[in-house]
């Protein structure tokens, strides 16, 4: 795929300065682009890099005065940006419609229009794939299932009996929705599972990245809320209840029952005790590990996790210990010469 | 499934106490219950909660006096959960005995009466499958692993040759026995991969969640004791040995040859580094880096972890270190003040 | 297979002292080791542990005089053990050349000499395998993905379109490559997918444990640089570019657009920060978390981390926290009673 600056320009509605006959195939950063590519600045102070960029031609909100590279000016760069890279995007071929020979589908399942079933896939009694959903090879489908139109489950997603899957759900590889939890009883010292009759509520628009847990709940159902976005390997535990448009970034582990708000962010490897909540848009730093409910918009960091101010304040603190060891030993040192002192004159 | 309190009194061996007509058809918290449901109180202190309880009915070891709840009294309200849970279970359609035509199976395995071996599923020569053990969809088991009876693995998971599985023992979807682990030498500037001739030995009753990795031995077992259970997304590196009823849970890592004794809790996202041991019955909080071995009993926070009593005493301090910084700078203010006094009198 | 000492001395051009017909049937450790297992020293101070080792013979790189046992004397031990371990590994099956007739393989691939695909693989369309690489069972290759020679795939990989793969590249079970990364842009209050055009390239001599995650780019490559090993649990996000000869740790994570340097090691469960940089050699202990770049040749540690003897030493004094409030105590007292002479001399 190859354009002209100035077909381009023409795609995405952005008004062009300059040479409009630049040929450009891709999308690339400032630093590394080649000259058929097109680079995007969000902010001034990129601005600068582009005198250096060997990119063929720019994505800006506003004119850059004398730079020599063709410029698309459009209202909002990211908005641009995605539309720019989706006509870039590699064209792969689509998955056909229907049902693939080698896929197993129960009979009273319900699949909708346009759906593809691919190779190796498992469907079992009672399931629903809505229209135009994507389950691809080797996908397993528990009985009782439902999911909605326009979802997309790659290669070897494991969804679980009864599980809920809501319209434009996108599920990436090897992840695993509807297990049992981690809930056991002590009985006669043995642990025993405690049966997990709830299910999962994935809602509408969720995506979830690669080789993810999601726990079926003991009673009731493990939530994850409308535009919610997760990142890979991440654990989310047995009746944990999330909000709308979350983030969760990479390997967060978050325990039994808790619940976030809306527009929570969990930094990587973050990691949330059972039975607590968090406040809407509170924004959690990477690896902080939070034991307590956390209020609306607070940002938390450390193990126990704190204010970040507090948690910054102390990491500072601590690193001048050594220098306050030393001043404690000379003040130590000022006291003793102080008492002799008065010690002398008794 | 919907059942009397009366029926299910009956059902469980419970004394009733109240209305023995209220239709119930599930279990739910005290706090989200419906009127359909049967909630559970384990200790005195949530009978309050009770009170304003929607559910159905009560599961509880005592009477409580003047609920106008319908009261189920058992002698162990644990035991009797999973009863009731099991009875609300919801009825799945149970995994046809014998090997789905098109799973995989070589010539000389030896499959156990009422197995059930899924769709897609690939078994290697020498392969034992004991009776009543259900190998779902997409499972591959490596040539000569030994898996023992009533055992459930879910789908995808992969069990790597020369394993030796137990009786009861359940391994959730996506989880990985046996892959090689990461033992390397540098010869020639070069990591070469320090070939794995052990195996895994799982033992009798133990789970395993999903998306979970157990490396094989070097030479030698990876060991998983009788009744141990592990949570999603856990490694557990070569050599390992884990004794008899731990509970390990999500995110956990184990490094090479560490060995925890029996009855170890670990709690999500503790590391524990390799060639140490812990202690029967050691306790680690989430998130904490044990560096060193653990004695029998002790409990542990924090990277490097101590003992979580000094542990918790530290982090109070470390808290304190802005006030103490200030206390330190104002004894310097009083001592100088000393000195000067000293030296007028010089 | 079993071997006598004088056999296997012969094999691996090893200079043997003490008795050749004791008969060996694999490798073992100095302490768990039986009769029938021949052991290993590399350093002098393992050698006590000999004494008491049931053993039937020891490769060591100097002769240990007054030994009792047989001892295979080679240039370096390392280079010793790997050889004697391949000649003990367990003698598999041959994965048959060829393309297992489960598997789905679209006509315009193309597959090298000697190349193995199971059962159940999907491969789709323009996909290249190179000679003698085997694709286990269950793997799925995405369109216009390139794998090199000698490859290992173990079951249930995924490998998205356009990612490209060196030469003796190993991939363990469960493994995804090439999933979308995490990278969303916030458009009137909602995250939009940002299209990841780019793809993932794993140079020559990689091997990646289980259940890891290597993400696309969102333009140009996620990169693993040629003899790079990774554990376990792994997650590598987008555009990240590691060097070459790196050791990565089980359930590290290394977040957008960072890049390591070559011979970088980091312990198991570290995250790394985006957009960061970690020179040549540097070294990252457990659990830390990277925030900042690194030089070549850093030993960090801590979270925030920090240089690992900046670390350890903070870590000793946080600990004597306790001792040093009471000391600060005894300072403000002892203080307090030089102000009251004072105070009485006025």
Chains 1, 2, 3 share one sequence.
């Not at 690339?28 to 995007?40: L, M």
């Not at 299932?145 to 590889?173: E, F, M, P, T």
């Not at 059972?274 to 193990?303: C, K, P, W, Y």
Request: neutral net charge; hydrophobic residues 40%.
């Amino acid at each position: 795929m190859e354009l002209t600056v100035g077909q381009l320009a023409q795609q995405i509605g952005a008004d062009l300065v300059g040479d409009g006959s630049v040929r450009i195939s891709g999308v690339g950063p400032v630093k590394s682009g080649d000259k058929n590519t097109i680079t995007f600045v969000k902010d001034s102070k990129h601005i600068a890099s582009l005198e250096t960029s060997r990119a063929g031609a720019v994505l800006v909100s506003r004119r850059i005065e004398e730079l020599a590279k063709p410029q698309l000016i459009v209202e909002n760069v990211d908005v641009a940006l995605i539309e720019v890279l989706n006509i870039f995007a590699p064209r792969l071929r689509q998955v056909p419609e229907g049902i693939d020979p080698t896929a197993k589908v129960a009979r009273d399942t319900k699949i909708g229009k346009g759906a593809a079933i691919g190779p190796g896939v498992v469907i079992d009694d009672k399931v629903e794939i809505g229209e135009n959903s994507v389950i691809s090879r080797g996908c397993k489908i528990g009985e009782n299932a439902k999911l909605g139109k326009n979802c997309r489950l790659d290669s070897n997603v494991v969804v679980y009996h009864n599980c809920i899957i809501g319209d434009n759900v996108v599920i990436q590889a090897n992840t695993t929705i509807g297990s049992v939890g981690f809930g056991y009883s002590c009985i006669d010292g043995a642990h025993r599972l405690i049966p997990h009759n709830g299910g999962v509520v994935i809602e509408d628009f969720v995506e979830i990245g690669a080789n993810c847990c999601v726990d079926r709940a003991k009673f009731g159902d493990t939530v994850v809320g409308a535009g919610t976005k997760i990142d890979n390997l991440v654990q989310i535990a047995h009746n944990v209840v999330i909000g709308k448009r979350c983030l969760i970034a990479g390997q967060v582990g978050i325990a039994g029952s808790s619940k976030l708000g809306d527009g929570v962010v969990l930094g990587g490897q973050v990691g949330v005790s059972d039975n607590i909540e968090i406040g809407d848009g509170a924004m959690i730093a990477a690896q902080s590990g939070v034991t307590h409910s956390v209020r609306a918009g607070e940002q938390l960091f450390g193990t126990p996790a704190t204010t970040k101010r507090d948690a910054l304040k102390t990491v500072t603190l601590t690193r001048r210990l050594p220098k306050m060891a030393e001043r404690l030993q000379r003040l130590s040192e000022r006291i003793a010469k102080l008492e002799a002192a008065e010690n002398d004159k008794r």
